[in-house]
DNA sequence: GTCTATAATTGGATAGAC
DNA sequence: GTCTATCCAATTATAGAC
């Protein structure tokens, strides 16, 4: 966790323009600080105090851009989960190669849903969820559900063109994403210190992919 | 989250039989206490002076029987992570009915380990583990990992019988889990208000038992 | 808008009497 | 072992000068 890119589509701060005063850029520095410190340490072991001393910025200054503490960690977590689901959207095509597009979305998936930063990202919105209810819920659309559903309409696309078999694409989308998953999640939840081995998830991957296909080949089971 | 039976399987107290004092009954109350808190708010919502007044006892007191609120807390954790995987330990038979078998362990799976409860755990645990990792390697011991080992034995006493056609236990018991799991988990994490929908959870269980078999099952895939 | 300094509160942990 | 009362550090949030 050494260093970490900023943000760059945070849609509350504008490019740092001719015109734009300081004011932007501090919010933008206040923002990045925020994400560093809730990705290392989440939402309880992050203080307003080390938040202003690492933007750097005044504990008043931070205070005129984000009302509270809840409020600034909102922001953090929803920018950055748009990012990262941002990530998988733009990799999925409409190919006849069903296989292939199949391994693309995995792989893609376990490599940005399972990075050490997403994983501090759900560990800290977990932690959360409990006093704030309705960030656990905005991550929810904005990640699994929105994933599960694009997949699902990809699903259900190949099934009409007679390459799958598929009666229900929402289904076969969560199994799908369950299988690559697998108990990669709860190892990175669980076991911060613990490195997955890459060779083994390229295989659950290619395993997963040949128990999905095997069933909804478009061979009627 | 009104009323909640009490654990009843700790060892550090015994049953407060005749020579036993008080004391073992404040203990007992203090964990009971803590456990309850710890479920519904988490670590660090959960304050050492809501555990004394909750026991009740005083604070005092409470620090006579544990050193630290760290300590407290992973005393509640390991004890119900322990309550809740031995429900599943107890319905692991070895059975020739493997499909049976499997919908034993599945829907045993998802009633005990998505229960509202385990789910509250499961979200104080991550959101303590980036400061406490021994408690997360604990639970992931005790439970994920210890599950799926029993589970692959299984799978490997009836790939040896001729009855699956296995060759990597551990990949097909991950397998497994995951496709019942499927998006469960992360739904009961982040939404805590939402309730599951007991039907579909059963249509999804058989549709994972259904797509499991198809390529495990006893002909070579 | 930004800063320094501080108020106000909270919460983990303890002292001393019984 | 248990209680009442309290200490001390940390933390959120704000007041007032520039």
């Known amino acids: 966790m050494a260093s970490r890119p900023e943000s760059d589509n945070d849609m509350t701060i504008s490019r740092d323009a001719g015109g734009a005063p ?3 850029r501090k919010a933008a ?3 990045a600080a925020a994400r560093e410190l809730v990705l290392d340490h989440g939402f309880d072991a992050m203080t307003m105090d080390m938040v202003a001393r690492q933007a750097p910025v005044s504990k008043a200054t931070l205070y005129a851009h984000f009302a ?5 960690f909102t922001a953090v977590v929803i920018d950055e989960a748009n990012r990262i689901t941002g990530e998988i ?5 409409d190919s006849d190669d069903v296989a292939g597009v ?4 995995a792989e893609k998936f376990v490599d940005v849903f399972l990075t050490e930063q997403a994983m501090f990202l759900q560990r ?6 409990s006093r704030f209810p309705s960030i656990g819920a905005a991550i929810f659309e904005a990640g699994p559900k929105a994933l599960t559903e694009r997949l699902a309409t990809f699903l259900a696309g190949a099934h009409e063109r007679g390459l799958l078999n598929i009666q229900d694409p929402m289904l076969a989308a969560r199994q799908f994403l369950s299988i690559v998953r697998g108990d990669l999640d709860i190892r990175g939840l669980l076991l911060p210190a613990v490195r997955p081995d890459r060779a083994q998830i390229r295989k659950q991957v290619e395993a997963g992919i040949d128990l999905f296909l095997h069933f909804y080949g478009s061979r009627r089971p």
């Open 124 to 129: 800290a919105v977990i932690g959360a969820v």
């Open 89 to 93: 959207w733009r990799i999925m095509p």
């Open 68 to 72: 509270s503490k809840e409020e600034l």
């Open 102 to 105: 199949l391994r693309r979305i």
């Open 22 to 24: 300081a004011g932007n």
């Open 29 to 31: 520095s206040i923002l």
